[in-house]
Structure formats: C-alpha cells, structure tokens
C-alpha cells in the first residue's frame, strides 16, 4: 500500500486561497490514481477531485469545479490541491486517497480507496 501525508492546511479569509501537499511513499498500482477528499463535522468524507489517466483526465465535485485544481509531481512524489476563491463552506479536514480498488465504487465513494492520509485542517472564515 501507498503511505500518504498531507500537510498545507491554514486558515484563511474568504476568497483567498491555499496549496494542499500530500507527500506519497511506497507502492500503488498505479500512483496516478490518487484522490483528495474532505469531511466537514457531522457529515460524511466526500470526493473533492480525482487524477485519473489516459481518457479519464480529472474530475471535480460540482462544488469546487473552477476553484480547485489537482495535480501531480512525479519528480517530487507529491500531490497537490490547489484551492482558490475560498469559501466558508469548504471548512473541512482534506485527505489524500490512493490504492484505488475499482470493486469498492467509482472515485467519489471513500470505500473505492484502501490508503489514507492522517488528514489537514482547512478553515475559510467570512
């Protein structure tokens, strides 16, 4: 399995923005397959965007299409979330997610993926 840490989190003013890191070790499959998640108090951990390959690209939660962005650094074994126009409604604790197992869901649904990161706070106040 993958090991997965995030780090980045803050808080910040509405509208601002922040840069997420999730530094990857060990093996995965695929190492392109890796998602980021969010989990709010009292709700459940959602799918924020996933980076796929070949024809599948990238997808993003409605919530976050045109403000968030995902991407890759092979070089430096690390993913990365980056967050603008920041609203109070994207307060959550953010995940990376790798060890993607197609048998669990599609990409949003947390059981689809068997590593997890420890998790980092982001706070967006008004």
């Known amino acids: 399995q993958v090991q997965l840490v995030e780090s980045g989190g803050g808080s910040v003013q509405a509208g601002g923005s922040l840069r997420l890191s999730c530094a990857v070790s060990g093996y995965a499959y695929n190492y392109n397959h890796m998602a980021w998640f969010r989990r709010a108090p009292g709700k459940e951990r959602e799918g924020v965007a996933v980076?796929?390959?070949?024809?599948?690209?990238?997808s993003y939660a409605d919530s976050v299409k045109g403000r968030f962005t995902i991407s890759l650094d092979n070089a430096k074994s690390t993913m990365y979330l980056q967050m603008n126009s920041l609203r109070p409604e994207d307060t959550a604790m953010y995940y990376c997610?790798?060890?993607?197992?197609?048998?669990?869901?599609?990409?949003?649904?947390?059981?689809?993926?068997?590593?997890w990161g420890q998790g980092t706070q982001v706070t967006v106040s008004s």
């Open positions: 997610a790798g060890d993607y197992r197609p048998s669990g869901g599609t990409w949003d649904q947390e059981g689809a993926w068997r590593s």
């Open positions: 980076n796929g390959m070949g024809i599948r690209g990238t």
